[in-house]
């Protein structure tokens, strides 16, 4: 596969509601979508960085910046037999793995097409559909956040995730529990508490979560391992896992025993199956995260929930939770009984409507590679 042409795009959307964790609140999303044309064929790729450096320390305009300056210089012209393959032009740009993997996930949609099947089964993937659950964002009051549950709960999700920090956190779990005693539920810290915080997280345990989400600071796997000690409720790692080293380290250390895995946090399909295959030879169980995707994002995560050992719900969820209108058709829709239907069509499966994403774009550049000319002499 020949890389001939991509396409850097900026697209504005807003979400229906405020999203809060305990780094912010988010509403107004500044996406980039990557288009790349690889022999001939399209595929798409969203880069999952927030506005800002609080998740990581990615931001939408760090992404342009390095697949402007560095990813897309780096790959444009390149011949690859595999969307794998990308990652040997790409070694020496250090982190950075939410820019990296726009621009891979492009070439994986592309690359099934070529191939003639969906992007799943190019994977490895087995799945026909995937179990879905939410990420609710801290609310005013625990009355509202059960309101809300009971909401997403009767649309058929199957695990409801709240987002805590402190001072938001014991009251509006020990509701939530009270009101739903058999729910599979679950807590995200967003790295809102450090180790000294271990007898008030303790507290959680009483809950029967099915896990606590990252609860301390995004780069320290060695205190998780600590904390986990300490707890009985399984930590999930987030923020910290770039990578499958990462995964290895925290699994070997205690740090966790499930992980939450994003493609766009660990730089793209490829490294997303290595962490993947790491905790499945460990038994650690796996689920898909979500970043407010729009749906080309959210196809991405579906394709990769296939995976053998992506067991748990993951916060991938319909398109209508988030956006008034998404930019694919047809829009991601989940069933009563709280699945997403994997789709059986090559590539990603869903087509991206061209004329509604132009309307969103503020920015855009483009890189065609030189065509390689037979020189006579
Ligand atoms: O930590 O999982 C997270 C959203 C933005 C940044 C970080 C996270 C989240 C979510 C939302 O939890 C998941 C989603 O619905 O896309
Ligand atoms: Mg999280």
Request: net charge negative.
């Amino acid at each position: 596969m020949k890389i001939e042409l991509i396409t850097l795009r900026e697209v504005h959307m807003r979400l229906k509601a405020p999203f809060e964790t305990s780094f912010g609140v988010t509403q107004e999303r500044r996406i980039l979508l990557v288009e790349l044309i690889a022999d001939g064929v399209g595929g798409w790729g969203e880069v999952t960085s927030m506005e800002s450096p609080s998740f990581n320390s990615e931001t939408t305009d760090t992404a342009w910046h390095i697949i402007s300056d560095y990813v897309a210089p780096a790959v444009i012209g390149k011949s690859v037999t595999s969307a794998t393959e990308l990652a040997t032009p790409l070694v020496g740009i250090r982190g950075h793995e939410m820019a990296k993997a726009g621009v891979e996930n492009a070439l994986w949609d592309a690359e099934a097409q070529l191939k003639g099947v969906p992007l799943a089964t190019l994977l490895g993937g087995s799945r026909e559909e995937v179990p879905c659950g939410v990420s609710l964002g801290i609310r005013e009051t625990p009355e509202s956040l059960v309101k809300k549950m009971e909401e997403e709960l009767n649309a058929g999700y199957q695990r409801i995730k709240l987002k805590i920090k402190p001072g938001k956190d014991l009251d509006f779990v020990a509701l939530a529990r009270t009101e739903f005693p058999d729910t599979l539920l679950s807590v995200d810290a967003n790295s809102a508490y450090d180790l000294s915080d271990a007898d008030h997280l303790k507290k959680l345990d009483e809950f029967r979560l099915l896990m606590i989400e990252q609860p301390l600071q995004w780069d320290e796997i060695h205190a998780h391992a600590k904390l986990q000690k300490i707890l009985d409720t399984p930590i999930c790692l987030d923020e910290c896992i770039t990578n499958a080293r990462h995964a290895k380290a925290a699994i070997e250390t205690g740090a966790c025993r499930i992980i939450n895995i994003k493609l766009g946090r660990v730089g793209g399909h490829a490294s997303a199956r290595q962490v993947h295959d790491v905790c499945r030879q460990h038994g650690v169980p796996v689920w898909c995260g979500g970043m407010l995707e729009s749906g080309i994002g959210r196809a991405h995560n579906i394709a990769m929930s296939t995976l053998p050992n992506v067991t748990l719900p993951g916060d991938v969820s319909a398109s209508q939770r988030y956006w008034e209108e998404d930019i694919i058709e047809p829009e991601v829709e989940v069933s009563p009984r709280g699945t997403i239907a994997v789709p059986r069509t090559q590539g990603l499966g869903f087509t991206v409507k061209r004329t509604y994403v132009e309307r969103l774009t503020r920015r855009s550049r483009s890189w065609k590679a030189k065509h390689s000319v037979a020189v006579q002499v």
